[in-house]
């Protein structure tokens, strides 16, 4: 079983930046395509960004897209979401998820990953 731990959450002014973890153990971390998801208070959860076993494929939403970079350590079992020039409405609980298989894929819905951290709270003031 895959456990899958977020950290680096907070809360920061519009236009500031931080630095999202998400730690995997218990699985085989490096085969596994990563993804970050997000959702608001009232809303479904949404695909942020992706990221293949080996980091040299990245997919990202288009409102995300230029501000956010997803990467990864195969090392130490971790993907990281950098957010930069953030936005009050990036406001929302941030989650990292794994796939079975390697590659990215569709990556965009909540039904091609198996693995879902707790999650970490950002929130963006204006």
């Known amino acids: 079983q895959v456990q899958l731990v977020e950290s680096g959450g907070g809360s920061v002014q519009a236009g500031g930046s931080l630095g999202l973890s998400c730690a995997a153990s218990?699985?085989?971390?490096?085969?596994?395509?990563m993804g970050w998801f997000r959702q608001a208070p009232g809303k479904e959860r949404e695909f942020v960004a992706a990221?293949?076993?080996?980091?040299?494929?990245?997919y990202y939403a288009e409102s995300v897209k230029g501000r956010f970079t997803i990467s990864r350590d195969n090392a130490k079992n971790t993907v990281y979401l950098q957010l930069n020039s953030l936005k009050p409405e990036d406001t929302a609980v941030y989650s990292c998820?794994?796939?079975?298989?390697?590659?990215?894929?569709?990556?965009?819905?909540?039904?091609?990953?198996?693995?879902w951290g707790q999650g970490t709270q950002v929130t963006v003031s204006s």
């Open positions: 998820a794994a796939k079975r298989v390697p590659y990215i894929g569709g990556s965009t819905t909540t039904s091609e990953y198996a693995y």
């Open positions: 218990g699985g085989t971390f490096s085969s596994s395509a």
């Open positions: 990221i293949n076993w080996s980091g040299g494929n990245t």
